[in-house]
């Protein structure tokens, strides 16, 4: 279940952290706060797939500034356009006393059990490839797509899905498939920024239709 919380049988908890990525002057990588909010929000829904949930509702606590609030809303409100869902409810805090001199965010999701996970008859893939900083923005074309994403859970196809974050490939590998050896062509311990690439289970007997269907690179990924 990667790093979501299971609050009761069927309430998952996930949450994403977004620093020093924004519009402020001492920013490290300098995007629109949407764009910053947007990935937010996607990072928080795959966590919530990879449980078998779907989200409910929101809790944003932003420190960049009350102007940005608005911001945020739009770009969480955006991934979640992407996938055909109306946003859930948003609600939080802004800390409005002190100033801070970068931008950040944390964004926790509140969410229900909506399918089962089942990777029996599977074969193993990632789809798009590791980015961070400024990498995403400049290559939107290797990044994982969550419309696709989620049709293909939908209809059965991928019968998993498990985000990869800032550690990379190998050590999401570690923690699904334990002590056994992966291979991959893409870089192994690269971070994976906002999850731009996802670790796949597909139903072998429907490969066709996920190729069929998903528009970002997608690489073999063998455990031995």
């Not at 055909?84 to 965010?105: I, R």
């Not at 089942?118 to 290797?142: H, K, Q, S, T, Y």
């Amino acid at each position: 279940m990667r790093n979501a919380i299971k609050i009761d049988r069927n309430t998952i908890i996930t949450i994403d952290n977004s620093g020093c990525i924004g519009e402020k002057e001492h920013d490290c990588v300098k995007v629109p706060n949407e764009l910053a909010a947007y990935y937010s929000a996607r990072v928080s829904i795959l966590e919530q797939w990879c449980a078998g949930a779907q989200p409910t509702h929101l809790f944003l606590a932003n420190f960049t500034s009350e102007d940005a609030w608005a911001d945020y809303q739009k770009g969480f409100a955006k991934a979640f356009e992407e996938i055909g869902e109306k946003m859930p409810p948003l609600n939080g805090s802004t800390e409005s006393n002190f100033t801070s001199m970068q931008s950040g965010l944390s964004l926790t999701v509140v969410g229900k059990k909506a399918f089962e996970i089942n990777e029996e008859n599977c074969d193993w893939f990632i789809v798009g490839r590791p980015l961070v900083g400024e990498e995403v923005v400049m290559n939107p074309a290797d990044v994982a797509k969550l419309n696709e994403l989620i049709l293909l859970i939908k209809i059965g196809i991928i019968k998993h899905v498990w985000p990869v974050g800032s550690k990379g490939i190998k050590a999401e590998c570690k923690k699904i498939f334990k002590n056994n050896e992966i291979e991959c062509a893409l870089p192994l311990e690269k971070s994976g920024g906002p999850s731009t690439c996802v670790i796949v289970a597909v139903d072998r007997e429907q490969l066709g239709q996920f190729f069929d269907t998903i528009t970002a690179p997608i690489e073999k990924l063998i455990i031995k």
